[in-house]
């Protein structure tokens, strides 16, 4: 995935829509930002996507992406309406903290089912598998 995300405070959720989907998505908070200055700097420095519910913010960034909706679907769908291409492949990111995911072959995690594979996160040690919430968010992204 090449292209690289910022995403403005009010738009966490779809953050983490944007890692399961393997994309390089930082978020605001978890960045500790949340001026625009701040916001274009680090954006501009990092190569990132400005993605904003703020139109004085996006038509500031040399690359932005303005969101209209509230619902976090309809948010999806305005993304791959401008070319974001949106679809499960193997687990690359956290979904919590935007760290890339590497295979765990160690035990199997108490609550995941045995055989499964496990990805683990190289910054903050969360472990994924495909459970239930993989399977929801696939059936929301096939629906958009
Ligand atoms: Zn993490």
Redesign the pocket.
């Known amino acids: 995935m090449g292209r690289r995300f910022f995403l403005d405070v009010m738009l966490g959720r779809l953050s983490t829509y944007l890692r399961m989907c393997g994309y390089d998505a930082a978020y605001a908070l978890d960045r500790d930002v949340e001026a625009d200055d701040a916001i274009l700097e680090l954006a501009g420095s990092e190569d990132r996507t400005v993605v904003t519910r703020d139109v004085q913010l996006a038509e500031r960034a040399d690359d932005a992406i303005l969101i209209e909706s509230l619902d976090v679907r309809d948010q999806l769908r305005e993304l791959r309406n401008v070319g974001v291409e949106l679809s499960l492949s193997e687990p690359a990111r ?1 979904s ?4 890339e995911l590497v295979r765990d072959d160690g035990p199997t995690p108490d609550h995941a089912p045995d055989g499964k594979a496990v990805w683990r ?1 190289t ?4 472990r994924f598998w495909k459970g239930s919430h993989w399977e929801s968010v696939e059936t929301t992204l096939s629906k958009l």
């Open positions: 956290c919590d903290c935007n760290g996160c910054d903050c040690g969360k």
